[in-house]
């Protein structure tokens, strides 16, 4: 779960080199949470965005990431990447390089049948 301190270091570590400073960061996240009413996920998916794009960096969004900003359901969303998808192939795009489907990776379990020395 994020909090606040934890947006705000994670957009340090990633945009700190380009003059982003938490002094910056606070009354963003401020402003989201008492007039716009947005959840941490939110904001932070949306700041993560709009650094990426202002700095030409490049992040990785989940459907959950973009659910968050946009409001959308995940059956709404998954509807608008297949439209998206069809329209860039009809462009002549390829549009794995704009959506990328991932399957979750299965956790790897280890059983320490005499403990750990």
């Known amino acids: ?3 606040r301190e934890m947006i705000i270091n994670n957009l340090l570590a990633n945009y700190g080199k380009y003059g982003v400073t938490k002094t910056e960061l606070e009354p963003i996240i401020d402003d989201g949470i008492q007039n716009y009413d947005l959840s ?4 932070y998916s949306g700041l993560r965005m709009s650094l990426a794009s202002a700095f030409n ?3 990785y969004f989940s459907l959950d990431d973009v ?12 509807q608008r990447i297949e439209q998206c998808r069809q329209e860039l192939i009809e462009a002549g795009e ?5 959506f990328k489907p991932i399957e979750p990776q299965r956790a790897a379990v280890y059983y320490f049948p005499n403990g750990l020395h």
Do not use: K, V
Not at 40 to 43: N, T
Not at 94 to 98: C, F, G, I, L
């Open 67 to 78: 659910m968050a900003i946009t409001g959308e359901s995940r059956e709404e969303l998954l």
């Open 40 to 43: 941490l996920e939110a904001i």
């Open 1 to 3: 779960m994020l909090d």
């Open 94 to 98: 390829n549009p794995d390089e704009y």
């Open 57 to 59: 960096e490049h992040e």
